[in-house]
């Protein structure tokens, strides 16, 4: 059974930082690409990072420069560090593994607010 777990999210002022964690299990996690999406409300799902097997990355323009997205195969966890954060940043952030066959987690709530 294939779970991904994220967590990390919350309520941040901007110019805050969160870190972001997505936990997997059953699967080969070394092999598999792993995203970070985001849908914000009454907008469509977006990438924002992801990060292949090789541990090349792949950012959306709206987050270059402030979110980083890392992996720990050894923990089968995907990070995203996400820095500067904006009040258009305010969305469900979602995990995926995508190796043929995709899965996304249930998505943690990021909301930056004054």
């Known amino acids: 059974q294939v779970q991904l777990v994220e967590s990390g999210g919350g309520l941040v002022q901007p110019g805050g930082s969160l870190r972001l964690s997505c936990k997997a299990s059953g699967v080969a996690f070394s092999r598999y690409g792993m995203g970070w999406y985001r849908q914000a409300p009454g907008k469509e799902r977006e990438l924002a990072a992801v990060i292949f097997s090789s541990g090349s990355t792949n950012y959306a323009d709206s987050v270059k420069g402030r979110f980083t997205i890392s992996r720990d195969n050894a923990k089968n966890t995907v990070y995203l560090q996400m820095n500067s954060l904006k009040p258009e940043d305010t969305a469900v952030y979602y995990c995926?593994?995508?190796?043929?066959?995709?899965?996304w987690g249930q998505g943690t709530q990021v909301t930056v607010s004054s």
């Open positions: 995926r593994a995508a190796w043929g066959n995709v899965y």
